[in-house]
């Protein structure tokens, strides 16, 4: 199941990209989440969003879980017994169709890139224009990267936790979830699976 290891993704280049990356290091290292996920003062939200896309902490989390996440254990993606998801990109897949979570997680990140790949919708050039449709994809990319944590949580966690891996979930959760809530990125209804969760993260706010 190599196919969901990927080489990492980096955010746009060139000189406003490195500086917001300075910025992003000083503030996590602070430690206050809260702060990390706020726009810095003067910069572009759209430029903020394409730096945040969370590709590579899913990605990572869902690719220690690989040899239990299999086509046998979890031959739908679901969110307990209420939420299932099915796959549609609209394009190769435009009717939903059913598939196992780890095919859904393949086909994600795959989409993901192509998205991230596509300098019409992700610019690299300095100073070139976003769509004016972005902040859409954004929230496509990331209620759909929402459903890989709501199937981690509901039919991992244990696994996470024999393997030491809570810790590590929990914290790029929460960095996920306050991002999200700080630019309004996920429908509330998509949250519901976790709801709990995300209010115990949120509430202290």
Known sequence: NQKTFRPKKSAPSGTKGAQLRKHIDATLGSGNLREAVKLPPGEDLNEWLALWIFFNQVNLLFGTLTEFCTQENCSTMTAGPKYEYRWADGVQIKKPI??????????????????????????????????????EVVKTIFKRLFRVYAHIYH??????????????????????ILFTHEFVLIDKKELAPLQDLIESIISPY
């Open 98 to 135: 059913e598939v196992s979570a780890p095919k859904y997680v393949e086909y994600l990140m795959d989409w993901i890139e192509t998205q991230l790949d596509d300098e019409s919708i992700f610019p690299q050039r300095l100073g070139a224009d976003f769509p004016p449709n972005f902040k």
């Open 155 to 176: 039919s991992h966690f244990q696994k996470t936790v024999s393997l030491k891996e809570e810790a590590h979930l929990n914290t790029c959760f929460k960095h996920f």
